[in-house]
């Protein structure tokens, strides 16, 4: 597919054009790139102390509430992070979409790696975190969790950044939709919640959101809910993954020709 051809030919390029973008979101400011790595730390760190010690908030596990926290935490913050910036990112860049000659394909992708930077910082943050704690990472699984996240963010993203640069009212509300899903995803509660709502149940575990956040949170501990090793719930992932890329791919290439007339 174009798309594909696209990646692996600009492959430097688009690393290139990832650090810049990263770098220029913090670009007026004293400390620079650090805010990137700071403020999301910050973040998780006054989530984790009012959950833990004003709300009482518990893990659902016999694992301290740390150690089941930070790495939802560290994949949420992640993957808004990436769907965010990639949705609004033709119209970042649109100057690029302007030239003839640039692949447009690459410019969500583009964000997503400059997203990555933060994300692989957090997760280096959570390891070191949960190993403090005696749980060890589960690397091969780690890995996967890591393509998982990429393979999603990209397929998700390629309907989100063709409709907001055409209908720049939609950031405002997927940014809506994000905040709904961060609190509908079990990031700061447990699925133990929805013990006595079997339907309600199963039908959080299918939802790709919830399949990354628990993936990542079995790297160092187990949820008593194998989503990595259930069959159902990882073929689910990545239908649905592998649909949405079909789907926004067929947005993307139609409405392709707008852009440069709407930017």
């Not at 984790?48 to 935490?73: E, H, N, R």
């Not at 133990?192 to 039908?203: H, N, S, V, Y």
């Amino acid at each position: 597919m174009e798309f594909f051809k696209d990646i692996i030919k600009n492959k430097k390029l688009i690393m290139q054009l990832g650090k810049n973008d990263f770098k220029n979101r913090f670009a007026n400011t004293s400390l620079g790139a650090i805010w990137g790595f700071l403020q999301p730390f910050i973040f998780m760190l006054t989530y984790a102390i009012v959950f833990q010690f004003i709300l009482k908030a518990g893990s659902g596990g016999d694992y301290p509430y740390a150690v089941w926290f930070f790495p939802g935490m560290t994949m949420w913050q992640w993957i808004n992070d990436s769907i965010m910036s990639a949705s609004n990112s033709i119209r970042t860049y649109s100057y690029l979409v302007k030239k003839v000659v640039f692949p447009v394909n690459i410019i969500p992708v583009i964000s997503i790696v400059a997203s990555s930077f933060v994300g692989l910082f957090l997760i280096v943050i959570a390891t070191v975190i949960c190993i403090i704690y005696g749980y060890m990472p589960n690397v091969l699984l780690l890995i996967y969790a890591i393509i998982a996240v990429y393979a999603f963010t990209i397929a998700f993203t390629r309907f989100t950044s063709a409709i907001t640069t055409v209908v720049p009212d939609f950031s405002n509300l997927l940014g809506i939709a994000m905040q709904l899903f961060f609190w509908f995803t079990p990031i700061v509660w447990n699925l133990g919640m929805l013990a006595d709502k079997p339907i309600l149940l199963k039908i959080m575990k299918c939802t790709p959101f919830t399949y990354l956040i628990t993936t990542f949170r079995q790297v160092f501990i187990d949820e008593n809910i194998v989503f990595a090793g259930n069959g159902i719930y990882t073929i689910i992932f990545w239908i649905v993954t592998i649909i949405l890329f079909i789907w926004g791919n067929s947005i993307f290439k139609r409405t392709r020709k707008d852009f440069a007339d709407v930017l």
